[in-house]
């Protein structure tokens, strides 16, 4: 079944790849343009590229906007046809106010995200019109641009008959080719976990995930400056990784440790970035079984495994200077008659013995031997990422990743990068308050759900966490609440969400960076 997946996924990343005006030529009349249009008191305005087209035009692009009704408010599109001959259609998108930038109460960039939006808008509505190509106004900031159009016109329907138009997307004009290029492959990296997470459990199981991850890192990396590393259930075994085991024994799909090595840094001696990943392929809850409504969605619980290699993927395209290790236990939490118990007690990779409370809390059981296998490496940060708790979605909704972290240079780095992308994260508390009811179990030393199960759930699971890591910049990612888009995020449609991907991949950029300045 893994070939068919592969060329279904190769399939769907060639169908949304959009392409720079010298690499495609498309036929007079067969191809959508969207431009941008700013909210102003006294009259909209262009952008540049609007401007341009419309003198091309001799201004019928103004006069027919003008005639057409009332001036476009941001998100909002209006198609306009008859204009010039290479364009069968014309989609004006707003933008808002020109003027916007970041904003210290939404804490993210509005201007950007105005653009996201605005472009997913009309290269929808283009796609609606199934017009297979459409040239995009980069707005000033053409990285953006890509960005939403990209990640607007994804849809994961490769197990359907009836399917969308697939539109390919390319850049108005010829200058920004290199931000657009950047935006591009940021999108396309969070299309890619998107997809991971989206695929059906019995089409991605554990040897699938990890033999995709290879296959897509082997597409992009040039220089063999990646390596691939599947670690089967006895390499896990003789890590003594017996927490991780305990929550595999319960599927009859064999478990899988990937590793990931991208070495871009040109020296070999530099302190890499370890990011850390959840990869329960499928999530039934174990013993403590979950309610059936919904439990569909348990098939996206490998999100933090999917945005940490995506990350790493799209790392290897951009060629980042920088060095990157990735680590996802991958495995099913089934309840077959091997599972584990509540009440049983298992010990992790370091020797502690946790009690398993809630067989449903199996995620951090993964990531305590994981965390302590990239102790292993000499590392400039660990960062890992997990659909953790539901506690996560209750606290703050799809507005916000969580954030745990234990270094404030760290939570600088990841928050900075979160304004930029518009993919926002939120600090949260990392107190002794919440050790001490995970460290005060009956039956061993830890307790994997602690004291007070409904009491600050996250902030318990992170302390949980925090009891396998000794290093002084360590950060835990609870993306529980941002798993799935509903409408939550415009420039996404419904379903598995991918995030934070893109800000996995702009902290890892920024991080290169200040290598490079050093």
Request: with cysteine.
């Amino acid at each position: 079944m893994l070939l068919p997946l592969r060329n279904v996924f190769t399939k769907s990343l060639i169908c949304h790849r959009a392409f720079s005006a010298s690499q495609q030529n498309f036929n007079s009349g067969k191809k959508g343009l969207v431009l941008g249009i700013y909210e102003k008191e006294d009259a909209p305005t262009l952008t540049k590229a609007g401007v341009a087209f419309d003198n091309l035009v001799s201004g019928k692009l103004k006069e027919m906007l003008t005639l057409s009704g009332p001036p476009l408010k941001k998100g909002k599109s209006r198609s306009l046809y008859g204009l010039h001959q290479d364009y069968s259609t014309v989609v004006v998108v707003g933008l808002g106010k020109e003027t916007a930038g970041v904003s210290d109460l939404e804490q993210w960039n509005e201007n950007k995200e105005n653009i996201r939006t605005a472009i997913s808008v009309g290269c929808r509505q283009v796609q609606d019109l199934e017009i297979p190509c459409v040239e995009v106004d980069p707005c000033e900031d053409a990285q953006s641009a890509a960005e939403g159009a990209v990640l607007g016109l994804f849809e994961y329907n490769e197990l359907k008959k009836k399917k969308k138009t697939v539109v390919q997307a390319q850049l108005h004009g010829r200058s920004d080719n290199e931000a657009w290029h950047k935006g591009v492959l940021y999108a396309e990296g969070q299309n890619l976990a998107r997809y991971l997470m989206e695929t059906p459990a019995n089409r991605l199981t554990p040897t699938m995930f990890a033999e995709l991850i290879e296959e897509r890192l082997s597409a992009v990396q040039v220089n063999s400056n990646a390596k691939v590393h599947i670690r089967p259930r006895s390499w896990i075994e003789e890590q003594d990784m017996g927490a991780f085991l305990s929550v595999a024994k319960g599927s009859d799909e064999p478990p899988v440790f990937l590793e990931i090595h991208y070495s871009g840094s040109a020296s070999a001696t530099d302190n890499p970035l370890v990011l850390v990943g959840k990869g329960v392929t499928f999530d039934s809850g174990g013993i403590s079984l979950k309610p059936s409504s919904g439990m569909d969605a348990m098939r996206g619980d490998m999100g933090g495994a999917a945005t940490i290699c995506s990350a790493i993927v799209t790392a290897a395209a951009l060629k980042l200077p920088l060095n990157i290790i990735g680590l996802a236990p991958l495995c099913e939490n089934m309840p077959n008659g091997r599972a584990n118990k509540p009440g049983d007690v298992v010990r992790a990779k370091n020797g502690k013995t946790i009690q398993i409370d809630n067989t449903d809390a199996e995620g951090r059981l993964l990531l305590a031997d994981a965390l302590c296998y990239a102790h292993t490496f000499n590392s400039r940060a660990i960062v890992n990422a997990a659909t953790l708790t539901g506690a996560m979605d209750v606290a703050l909704g799809s507005a916000a990743t969580g954030v745990f972290t234990n270094s404030t240079w760290l939570w600088n780095h990841l928050h900075e990068a979160s304004i930029v992308t518009g993919d926002r994260v939120w600090r949260m508390p990392l107190f002794e308050h919440y050790s001490k009811q995970v460290t005060e179990s009956q039956l061993a030393d830890l307790n994997n759900v602690g004291k007070y199960s409904r009491s600050g759930g996250a902030c318990t699971a992170a302390a949980f966490l925090k009891e396998f890591v000794t290093v002084p910049h360590w950060a835990h990612l609870d993306i529980a609440g941002v798993m799935s888009n509903k409408d939550e995020v415009p420039y996404l449609r419904k379903g598995m969400a991918g995030r934070p991907t893109r800000s996995l991949v702009e902290f890892a950029t920024r991080l290169s960076e200040e290598s490079q300045k050093l």
